[in-house]
T-cell receptor, first 112, second 111 residues
Framework: EDKVVQSPLSLVVHEGDTVTLNCSYE??????LLWYKQEKKAPTFLFML????IEKKSGRLSSILDKKELFSILNITATQTGDSAIYLC????????????FGDGTTLTVKP | EAQVTQNPRYLITVTGKKLTVTCSQN?????MSWYRQDPGLGLRQIYY???????DKGDVPEGYKVSRKEKRNFPLILESPSPNQTSLYFC??????????FGSGTRLTVV
């Protein structure tokens, strides 16, 4: 059974802090790992990672994948209150295109 | 505007009364999927579809049905809803690479 574990489950920081969110996975025939941000409504796509060691970056957010150790991290630098959200990690596999397994998410709260 | 549209946004129903949640996308995406989200449990995939007439079970398919007769539509059917299907439901679509685009969600309460 495919498994995705995120840590920590929740995190409270102050504006300006840097945070690191973790996602580890156990799947058969890995294809890609995706990060999403969920505020009050639907998740929105952040990054897709398929290759090990290649950093994806968008503004203050960055993410990297380690396929040997089976994990990914999402970094947010200089956090702002608008970064408060649930961050979701999901994994897709090659054998069942379209099937995705999500972790339980990390709830990030950024205080002013 | 590229989007995934779900209806209704909110629904309260009684146990056993069949219901359908509609989902439509205007991006010509091949992949579509239904998820449910419960507190502390992230998103769990119910069913997904790789193209017209091609569907498969996700991790929690029991009590649900889907159909994909047209590329743009992917309705979720609850033949006999039960209280344990009270949840927040999301429909999503994808080109196959680059992540899913999600609808705004349907909050379903079964009493």
């Amino acid at each position: 059974e495919d498994k995705v574990v995120q840590s920590p489950l929740s995190l409270v920081v102050h504006e300006g802090d840097t945070v690191t969110l973790n996602c580890s996975y156990e799947v058969t025939n890995f294809r890609s790992l995706l990060w999403y941000k969920q505020e009050k409504k639907a998740p929105t796509f952040l990054f897709m990672l398929t290759s090990s060691g290649i950093e994806k970056k968008s503004g203050r957010l960055s993410s990297i994948l380690d396929k040997k150790e089976l994990f990914s991290i999402l970094n947010i630098t200089a956090t702002q209150t608008g970064d408060s959200a649930i961050y979701l990690c999901a994994v897709e596999v090659n054998t069942n295109a379209g099937k995705s397994t999500f972790g339980d998410g990390t709830t990030l709260t950024v205080k002013p | 505007e590229a989007q995934v549209t779900q209806n209704p946004r909110y629904l309260i129903t009684v146990t056993g009364k069949k219901l359908t949640v509609t989902c439509s996308q205007n991006m010509n995406h091949e992949y579509m999927s239904w998820y449910r989200q419960d507190p502390g449990l992230g998103l769990r995939q119910i069913y997904y579809s790789m193209n017209v007439e091609v569907t498969d079970k996700g991790d929690v398919p029991e009590g649900y049905k889907v159909s994909r007769k047209e590329k743009r539509n992917f309705p979720l059917i609850l033949e006999s809803p039960s209280p344990n299907q009270t949840s927040l439901y999301f429909c999503a679509s994808s080109q196959g690479a680059g992540g899913y685009t999600f609808g705004s969600g349907t909050r379903l309460t079964v009493v």
